[in-house]
């Protein structure tokens, strides 16, 4: 699997972006989904993801503010963040064939779209 993100940005802080994630292979719709973030200077954050019997979960952090879903037909992952703040601020990372929220659990990285939220 191949993974592509983008719809990343520059942002006020309470504005909103919408990053998607296009995937290439036949088996995506079989695949648990995620994204991740990264701040400079910082670890690799789990953001929200959908396992394989499509459970939504998020981080705190974002809960209420971000939602994902995918598009198995178009082969499509999305994250609709709203209510943006300056600690958002990150590289966003798409990632599949995992499960849970730590990064080392994942097969497969997008190359990360940088969002930046000013304040």
């Known amino acids: 699997v191949q993974l592509q993100a983008s719809g990343g940005g520059l942002v006020q802080a309470g504005g909103s972006l919408r990053l998607s994630c296009a995937a290439s292979?036949?088996?995506?719709?079989?695949?648990?989904i995620a994204w991740f973030r990264q701040a400079p200077g910082k670890e690799r954050e789990f953001v929200a993801g959908i396992s394989w019997n499509d459970t939504i979960y998020y981080a705190d952090s974002v809960k209420g503010r971000f939602a994902i879903s995918r598009d198995n037909a178009q082969k499509m992952l999305y994250l609709q963040m709203d209510s943006l703040k300056p600690e958002d601020t990150a590289v966003y990372y798409c990632?599949?064939?995992?499960?849970?929220?730590?990064?080392?659990?994942?097969?497969?990285w997008g190359q990360g779209t940088l969002v930046t939220v000013s304040s």
């Open positions: 990632a599949a064939a995992g499960w849970g929220s730590q990064a080392r659990n994942y097969n497969y």
């Open positions: 292979g036949r088996t995506f719709s079989n695949y648990a």
